[in-house]
């Protein structure tokens, strides 16, 4: 259960800036809204929207704010998942049946599938992408750095998206408001891309705002796929190399093992932890500067909605995160770790005191 304190605010990504110092393959198929209470019925021989969906892990809440969105607009769609299930191999599958029936719009879910589905903006290959579908993304950290879109703001005519995290300065800029620090830890998987282009992102920062970054990466195995083998041994070494925050990335593997594995880690070496997204916030972080993944699927459904009832062109459509983010401070962590957020905190931040893990 989340309590906030009573005075509660929502930053902003610019108030940061001003105010803190320096699963298999699914087979599901839903038909959304036309048999919602009080929806309107629709026309005789008029069919609902088709949503072609693929996610990266699984069902989360941010289809279910995606599927709250039509269902309150009262807009008939129906959604065919797909999941990944962190395995690449599955996306030419995928890839073919989105040509064999056209769906109106494909939804994805994260970086390595966005890049699945519609490849890099520069690929020298555009044939075996979707190109001539729009396609609405969601929890992307860094599309640019990802080479999602270019760098420079060039629009790609089939894509737009959401962003799901807050820029990486203003969370740096968060903890150095919490605790300062000069060395800062992270654990991540090397072949999850979201999470490679945000410590690319920390080293950046860290030569311009003078703290190191030091870093360990989860195990592979035979067949590269990350395992947990030997993850608390990872966060001792970064405890090690005198890290005083362990961030903690928009990491798909990390976020299956921060509840049990490495949150725990780190707090029984007194190293504090700081979540980039509402999922490993609620797997115990101390603090963190979050969206909420509902808010996230229902943003994500406005954009679609503009496609498939407004009629405007994806490359029309900006690519941004929410307005606003969150700033979580776990109380129950801070009195474990003897580290209570300085009282101006108190004016903004929200208190979380329990920590329901999402599915």
Request: charged fraction near 20%; hydrophobic fraction near 40%; glycine fraction near 6%.
């Amino acid at each position: 259960m989340t309590k906030p304190s009573p005075h509660r605010r929502l930053i902003t990504s610019a108030l940061v800036s001003l105010a803190l110092p320096g699963v298999a393959w699914a087979q599901t198929s839903k038909t959304l809204a036309a048999a919602a209470p009080g929806a309107a019925k629709r026309p005789p021989g008029v069919r609902p929207l088709r949503i072609y969906a693929i996610t990266f892990r699984g069902m989360t809440e941010v289809e279910k704010g995606f599927e709250e969105h039509f269902a309150s607009r009262k807009i008939p769609v129906q959604i065919t998942y797909r999941d990944l299930n962190r395995d690449p191999s599955r996306m030419a599958g995928f890839l073919d049946e989105i040509r064999a029936t056209k769906p109106d719009l494909v939804y994805t879910w994260g970086t390595s599938v966005t890049l699945g589905v519609v490849g890099p903006y520069d690929t020298p290959t555009p044939e075996k992408y979707i190109h001539d579908i729009p396609v609405v993304f969601t929890l992307v950290a860094a599309p640019a750095l990802a080479k999602i879109v270019a760098d420079n703001g060039q629009p790609r005519p089939n894509l737009t998206g959401v962003v799901h995290i807050a820029p990486v300065a203003a969370q740096i800029q968060a903890m150095a408001s919490y605790r300062s620090f000069k060395t800062l830890g992270v654990l991540y998987t090397p072949t999850e891309q979201n999470s490679v282009v945000i410590v690319n992102e920390l080293r950046k920062l860290g030569k311009e705002k003078g703290f190191d970054v030091v870093e360990r990466t989860f195990k592979l195995d035979a067949e590269r796929k990350p395992t947990a083998e030997g993850a608390a041994e990872l966060v001792r070494e970064l405890k090690e190399e005198k890290a005083q925050w362990m961030y903690l990335p928009p990491d798909s593997f990390l976020g299956t093992q921060a509840r049990d594995t490495i949150i725990p880690a780190a707090m029984s070496l007194g190293l504090p932890t700081f979540a980039s997204t509402e999922q490993l916030m609620q797997a115990g972080a101390l603090s963190g500067l979050v969206s909420r993944y509902q808010s996230v699927g229902e943003f994500t459904a406005f954009k679609a909605e503009q496609i498939l009832v407004g009629k405007q062109q994806p490359s029309s459509i900006p690519i941004e995160p929410l307005k606003r983010f969150s700033y979580q401070v776990r109380i129950s962590a801070a009195e474990r770790l003897k580290l209570m957020p300085p009282l101006p905190m108190f004016n903004y931040a929200e208190i979380i005191t329990d920590a329901p893990i999402p599915q």
